[in-house]
Every structure is written in C-alpha cells, then in structure tokens.
C-alpha cells in the first residue's frame, strides 16, 4: 500500500536558518503531494501541494518539489520565523475525486528559536 | 466564516461509558472522514462519508461507530471505550468531484480513557 517517511524530529533551528524536511513516498500510481502544517493547538491546515511530477509547491515562503525519480518532496525554507515552529506532514493521495484519501507521514516537529 | 468544528475539545472519561464526539461543518462538503492522531503513527483514518447514509471504514475503525443523518453533521461513536483509544482525534471535510479539493481539518478533540 501507499506510505509517507519522513525525518524524525524535533528538528531545532535558530531564526533564520535554512530548513529542510525530508518526506519521501511509496505509491502505486500518480500520487498528489501535500504538505500541511499544524500549529500548537490547532488543527492541520494544507501548506502546499504538487500534482505531478516536477511541480514546485509553494506558499508562506516554504516550497517543495516533486521529484519521481526519487520518489521524493523534501519541504525547504530559506530563513525561519519563530511563528514557523509547529509540526510538519508529508502526505500523499492516489487519484481525484471521490477516490482520493489522504495518507500521511508521522509528522516533524520543528523549533525555531530566537 | 468556513469551518469544521468539533466537540468536546477536552474529554477524560472511564473505560465502558459511552460518548460522542461532534463534527459539523458549514461549507455544504459532501466528504467527511475522523482521524485519529499518535506519537510516532501519524493522522490514520477511522472513518469516512462520501455523502448522507453513505460512510465506509478507514483504516482502523475498530471500536468506533459513525453517522451521516446530515450532510453538515458526522459524529463519531465510542459505545464501549477503552485505554487504547486515548488520542487526539481530528474530523475533516472536503468537496467531492474531478481534481484537487482542500481538506480541512477541525481543531481536535483530545480524550483520555482511564
């Protein structure tokens, strides 16, 4: 079946540093790409996305890649907020429509200090 | 305002006694779905609904029961809980049809079995 890995974590950074969060997928097909983000407290909102191969997502200064060839949609960021510290998803969905359930990883926390 | 929101956001309870955690959402979405949260494990479906009269399990629906009377409305059943269901549990909404939908997430409901 599908699955996401990604990185362990708590993964601390000093602000302004440069992240990377690895997130690579198995699927069987043509799999969409997500990242979602959760804020202490709250619940998971959708960060960014990519819908085949090649694509770059990209939103709040945060981008992602779609790499097939290594089957892979590593989260990167040039300069980290503090506000940035919350916890991190990879997840992956097969097909569109009434046939797309959402698979995630296990989440990295990330910890922006000042 | 566009939201999905659940109740309770806190409950603590003992092992056998029944409860029921809401879900209502006000963006007329036809698919609705529970997840729940763990340490190291990820958001892993329990249950979902394509549409009133219409749910399916996910992939761990064992001691969980559901409903879909209405469409802006997706409770989530325990009749007998137990330890092992102490979790964050989040409930999501999207719309159903050709091409990418953005799920959203309720803030969580976090319940603690004795």
């Known amino acids: 079946g599908d699955s996401v890995t990604q990185m362990e974590g708590p993964v601390t950074l000093s602000e302004e540093a440069f992240l990377t969060i690895n997130c690579t997928y198995t699927?069987?097909?043509?799999?969409?790409l997500f990242w979602y983000v959760q804020y202490p407290g709250e619940g998971l909102q959708l960060l960014l996305k990519?819908?085949?191969?090649?694509d770059k997502g990209s939103n709040k200064g945060f981008e992602a890649t779609y790499r097939k060839e290594t089957t892979s949609f590593h989260l990167e960021k040039g300069s980290v907020q503090v506000s940035d510290s919350a916890v991190y998803f990879c997840?992956?969905?097969?097909?569109?429509?009434?046939?797309?359930?959402?698979?995630f990883g296990t989440g990295t926390r990330l910890q922006v200090t000042l | 305002e566009a939201q999905v929101t659940q109740n309770p956001r806190y409950l603590i309870t003992v092992t056998g006694k029944k409860l029921t955690v809401t879900c209502s959402q006000n963006?007329?979405?036809?698919?609705m779905s529970w997840y729940r949260q763990d340490p190291g494990l990820g958001l892993r479906q329990i249950y979902y609904?394509?549409?009133?009269?219409?749910?399916d399990k996910g992939d761990v629906p064992e001691g969980y029961k559901v409903s879909r009377k209405e469409k802006r409305n997706f409770p989530l059943i325990l009749e007998s809980p137990s330890p092992n269901q102490t979790s964050l549990y989040f409930c999501?909404?999207?719309?159903?049809?050709?091409?990418?939908?953005?799920?959203?997430f309720g803030p969580g409901t976090r319940l603690t079995v004795t």
């Open positions: 999501a909404s999207r719309s159903l049809g050709v091409g990418f939908y953005e799920q959203y």
């Open positions: 699927a069987t097909g043509y799999p969409s």
């Open positions: 990519a819908t085949k191969a090649d």
């Open positions: 997840a992956l969905s097969e097909g569109t429509g009434t046939a797309s359930k959402l698979t």
């Open positions: 963006m007329n979405h036809e698919y």
């Open positions: 609904s394509m549409n009133v009269e219409v749910t």
